[in-house]
């Protein structure tokens, strides 16, 4: 497996890392524990050494399987987690909260069920309106010092955001949605990470299964399936976008690969410090994901992918309103 490092810092991933959030939460019910492990140590066994998790996924669910799965090979694997969100009971109105208290219980938390003594990447999931960025950074500041966590990252973060922190404690990577569906980054957020040295993990890097072809217009999703409430997921719009799955797939079929490799081997192209977390419940797709990363896209196909993104307008929201809501820009 190809490594690469997390921006300036010497945090080295393998090139794609491993989303681990479906295995417990938001696409339906959970795997079964004993085939998460197994497919959790299959990915090991592959050269996979980054593995993405939460605090809120489950909520906490994820955290542990995640930690009794990796407990053997934690000495070869970097662990990260996230928090940010209120996940007891108690305090349903208030969907964020990083006030420094809560960010070091939900770190004792995570490392309880992670098995470990130190977070190797701790990101805050989403910027709190109400704690200042730089009181988030200094708590973080410390709990490095207290040996705790090693490095700090930010998720949906706007540009100015992650400057802030970046001033009070460097900020190790950005996780944000970034795909072939969805480009935002590209205008504000990549150049600062570029100039700060920041790496870049994209999260849904396969538009939440959309761009690998295995969804159309006719699929339905069930309650507990969190894209029952993306409008990017309505028929409608999956009809409409289905344009730029085709124009995947007949890139992918000349190419001899499939599509789900190519939406993975453009991200690995844009920028050397970018490392994908695509997630998936199955071996053989985390196979076929994996091999992405021997996939080379010629400056000819990233030319003709970037003439068919410019055909095709995508439509639908990619997060209902109450989420989009807590996006930080
Ligand atoms: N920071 C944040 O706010 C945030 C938000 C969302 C996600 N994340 C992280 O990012 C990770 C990845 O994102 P994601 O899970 O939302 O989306 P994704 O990786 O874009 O897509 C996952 C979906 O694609 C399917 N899939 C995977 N490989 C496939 C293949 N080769 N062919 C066909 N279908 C395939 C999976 O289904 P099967 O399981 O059936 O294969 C699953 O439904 C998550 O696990 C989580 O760790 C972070």
Redesign the pocket.
């Known amino acids: 497996m190809k490594k690469r490092f997390l921006g300036n810092s010497n945090l080295e991933v393998s090139a794609l890392g491993?989303?681990?959030?479906?295995l417990s939460h938001?696409?339906g019910p959970a795997t079964d524990k004993h085939q998460a492990i197994e497919l959790l140590r299959a990915a090991v066994e592959r050269g996979v050494t980054f593995f993405?998790?939460?605090e809120v996924?489950g909520p906490f669910l994820n955290e542990e399987v995640v930690g009794e799965a990796l407990k053997p090979f934690r000495d070869r694997v970097v662990i990260a987690t996230?928090f940010g969100f209120n996940c007891s009971n108690e305090n349903k109105q208030q969907l964020l909260n990083s006030r420094p208290e809560h960010i070091r219980e939900a770190v004792e938390g995570s490392l309880r069920r992670l098995k470990t003594d130190v977070i190797d990447l701790l990101?805050q999931?989403?910027v709190d309106p109400d704690v200042p960025i730089e009181d988030v950074a200094g708590t973080i500041k410390d709990l490095i010092s207290e040996g705790k966590v090693k490095y700090f990252g930010l998720?949906?973060a706007s540009a100015q955001t992650i400057r802030r922190a970046h001033a009070i404690q460097p900020v190790t990577a950005l996780?944000?949605?970034y795909?072939l569906w969805w480009r935002e980054p590209e205008d504000e957020i990549l150049p600062v990470l570029e100039e700060l040295g920041i790496g870049f993990v994209p999260?849904?890097?396969?538009?939440?299964?959309f761009?690998?072809?295995?969804i159309n217009a006719n699929t339905t999703f069930n309650d507990d399936d969190f894209r029952s409430k993306v409008p990017r997921f309505n028929a409608e719009a999956l009809e409409a976008n289905e344009q730029l799955v085709t124009l995947l797939a007949d890139l992918a079929s000349q190419k001899g690969v499939?599509s789900?490799q190519i939406a993975l081997a453009w991200l690995l192209a844009q920028k050397p410090w970018i490392v994908p977390?695509?997630?998936?419940?199955?071996l053989h797709?985390?196979e076929?994901?994996l091999n992405a990363v021997d996939v080379t896209l010629t400056d000819n196909d990233l030319q003709k992918i970037a003439h068919a993104l410019e055909t095709v307008k995508i439509v639908g929201e990619r997060y209902p309103a109450a989420l989009q809501a807590l996006i930080n820009r």
């Open positions: 491993l989303g681990c959030m479906g938001g696409y993405d998790t939460a996924y996230k990101y999931h989403r998720s949906e996780q944000s949605e795909s999260f849904s890097p396969l538009g939440k299964g761009l690998t072809g295995a499939t789900a977390i695509p997630g998936t419940t199955k797709r985390l076929e994901n």
